[in-house]
Structures are given as structure tokens and as C-alpha cells.
């Protein structure tokens, strides 16, 4: 046998045994594949983030600092949109594991947990989380932002049956809070129905039902 044929061998030999070494791709390969999702720069340019989401498994939540080059990892952070380049607004969600296990014991829709809204201040990398809220929202620009949350009124066990009668409890409602964060001031409106807040982020214009009457307000901050 010449050296070159003995080479041939030797070649075929060790590709033989890498191929047998190697693991075959399953589903538990794919579940660990990952993927950089609704990547965002602040208008200033300080600021990087993004969403890293597996196949299968809760996300992460990554805030770049351009300036410091630090970042903070918000677990099953879901994308996030930058307010005023001074906070942002995102989602945590329900551990997967969790939210797997209550369709395998086939929780109805409207008893699943539900993700929670959360403001972060950018300057001191402060989370604000708000369970319960239904609904959150805010502008690119300016320093409020607005969200409902149910609220069910308790039944005033006090009054006796004969007197309860004709007072009723009121129904669920919703309740409006509006937060100023360069403050921490809040707001409070019951009984809202619809808010939208104004491209300016200065204000938030809202409508309210109470006993059949229907309004709309403005609410408004200084600039």
C-alpha cells in the first residue's frame, strides 16, 4: 500500500467515527434554537432593546446602554417600545410552564393567566409592574402614560334585606389611572369606557358611563 492510499484510509477512518459521534438533530434541538425578535433604538441613540424568544421556553427582555455598555435582562420580557427616550413599556409574560399546564388542564379563556404590563424608568432601570391592567397606553413623546383594570364593587353587608332592595349594587366597572413619571403622580377615574392619550403625550381624552349618562374629558399635564 503507498502512502497515499494509507492517507485515504486514514481520512475515511476518522470521518467514519466523527459521523458516528454526531448527535442527530430532534425536537429537542429545535426548542433550544433562538431567535432576536422586534430589535428598537431609542431616538437619541442611547438605547438598544430587543426580545430573545426560543422554540419553546419563557423570552428574554435584553435593554442595551450605548453609553455605559451595560445591559439588563428583563426575564419573559416580551418587545418593548421607548417613551420620550427616558422609559419604556412592555409585557412580562406567564411562565411557559405554567401557561402549558393550564391547557393541558383545559383552563377556559377566561380563566388563563394573563400577561402583566410593566413601565420601566430607563434612568434608574426601575419596573413598575401593573396586574390586573386590561389595557395600556402611552405615546412616543411626553411623560404619561394611562391603563384600566376591572374593578367589582363589594356588597355592603351592612344594610338589611328589606332596605337592599332598592339599592343595588352598581355592576363591574372600569377604572382609568393615568400616571405622570416624571412625577409619580396618578389620577384615578371610575366608570371609563374608552382613553386614548395624545400624540403629544400631554394629555389623555377619555369617555365615562355612570347612571346612564355619557361623557368625554380631557385630562392634561404641563409640559
Given amino acids: 500500500m503507498n502512502l497515499k492510499s494509507l492517507w485515504i484510509l486514514v481520512l475515511a477512518c476518522v470521518a467514519t467515527t466523527l459521523s458516528a459521534q454526531k448527535k442527530p438533530?430532534?425536537?429537542?434541538a429545535y426548542d433550544g434554537w433562538k431567535s432576536i425578535v422586534s430589535p428598537k433604538v431609542s431616538e437619541n441613540g442611547d438605547w438598544i432593546c430587543y426580545a430573545i424568544t426560543p422554540q419553546r421556553g419563557d423570552a428574554l427582555l435584553e435593554f442595551y446602554n450605548a453609553g455605559t455598555k451595560q445591559t439588563t435582562?428583563?426575564?419573559r420580557g416580551s418587545p418593548a417600545w421607548f417613551n420620550n427616550?427616558?422609559?419604556?413599556?412592555f409585557k412580562i409574560a406567564v411562565p411557559f410552564a405554567k401557561v402549558r399546564q393550564a391547557k393541558i388542564d383545559k383552563v377556559k379563556a377566561d380563566k388563563m393567566p394573563k400577561d402583566t404590563f410593566a413601565v420601566m424608568n430607563l434612568a434608574e432601570m426601575k419596573v413598575v409592574k401593573l396586574p390586573g391592567a386590561k389595557e395600556?397606553?402611552?405615546?412616543?413623546?411626553?411623560?404619561?402614560y394611562a391603563?384600566?383594570?376591572?374593578?367589582?364593587?363589594?356588597?355592603?353587608?351592612?344594610v338589611k334585606d328589606s332596605a337592599a332592595k332598592g339599592n343595588k349594587t352598581p355592576g363591574k366597572y372600569d377604572r382609568l389611572v393615568v400616571v405622570d413619571v416624571r412625577t409619580g403622580d396618578s389620577t384615578v377615574v371610575d366608570s371609563v369606557k374608552n382613553f386614548t392619550v395624545a400624540e403629544n403625550g400631554r394629555s389623555v381624552l377619555y369617555t365615562r358611563e355612570a347612571d346612564s349618562l355619557k361623557a368625554v374629558y380631557v385630562y392634561t399635564v404641563d409640559p
Fill in 25 to 28: 438533530l430532534d425536537q429537542s
Fill in 73 to 75: 435582562r428583563i426575564e
Fill in 85 to 89: 427616550d427616558t422609559w419604556a413599556t
Fill in 136 to 144: 395600556l397606553k402611552t405615546s412616543a413623546k411626553g411623560a404619561l
Fill in 147 to 158: 391603563y384600566t383594570y376591572e374593578v367589582t364593587p363589594v356588597k355592603d353587608t351592612t
